[in-house]
């Protein structure tokens, strides 16, 4: 639409409505750019007031330091972006920048999540290296119960979407103190692991936030032992 018009490249000041000229049969719109006036002329009606909406955009960008032009969007784009931006200013967000920086921020978990694994495929790895250090009978079924309860309780979600409030329910569901003592500590070991703790698959990067696990172990009274003796 914009390539049957004069192009206006220089920083535009001031823009006239476009108003239909009787006399030459024409429609008019005056463009202030760099100090000088331009007229762009055209028959269409319809034509020069979206090349006019054109411009009031490049000269409302011109103040945001952005480039604008006639948008290239179609189909679900174009509604995802005009969704957006309904959505920005029904937030009562002013600055338009804020949905760039949005953008921004998605992007940059997307790309910081796409490596990370589900709480299953997480269990799976973690299982795997525990049985390589010939653990006792005992704390390999431990660790067995561990994976198989997170994976019925977490399952498919990322390794970290999890919180530390679903953790620490996760401890208390057991009522034994002890038990809750013991599923922490393998939670814990857990924990670690994704962490990045000897774990070669996380290649660097944590899978959970730093200080998830926030459980703390109930007191427990410590008496004195008495002995009793008994005379015959």
């Given amino acids: 639409m914009a390539r ?4 206006i490249t220089g920083t535009i000041t001031k823009i006239n409505v476009p108003y239909y000229a009787e006399k030459r ?9 760099n ?4 007229a762009i002329n055209s028959r269409d009606e319809v034509k020069i007031k979206e090349y006019h909406a054109l411009l009031e955009q490049q000269r409302s960008a011109l103040n945001l330091n952005l480039k604008v032009q006639a948008t290239t969007l179609e189909g679900n784009w174009l509604k995802a972006a005009e969704y957006s931006a309904g959505m920005i200013q029904q937030a009562k967000i002013a600055d338009p920048h804020e949905m760039m920086n949005a953008v921004a921020t998605h992007i940059k978990v997307i790309n910081e999540t796409k490596n990370i694994p589900t709480v299953e495929t997480a269990c799976d790895l973690f299982i795997t290296k ?3 250090r010939q653990l006792s009978h005992y704390t390999e079924k431990d660790y067995r119960r561990l994976v198989r309860e997170l994976k019925a309780r977490f399952g498919k979600r990322l ?10 329910a996760f401890i208390e569901e057991l009522e034994h103190p002890v038990s809750q003592r013991a599923r922490y500590i393998y939670l814990k070991s857990f924990m670690s692991f994704c962490g990045g703790k000897l774990n070669p698959h996380c290649e660097g990067v944590s899978w959970v936030k730093p200080g998830l696990l926030q459980w703390e172990p109930p007191k427990t009274d410590m008496h004195e032992i008495q002995v009793i003796s008994i005379k015959y």
């Fill in 130 to 132: 525990q049985l390589k």
């Fill in 4 to 7: 049957e018009f004069k192009q």
């Fill in 159 to 168: 390794v970290s979407e999890l919180t530390s409030t679903e953790l620490t």
């Fill in 25 to 33: 049969g024409l429609w008019v719109m005056m463009v202030k750019s």
């Fill in 35 to 38: 100090n000088s006036w331009v």
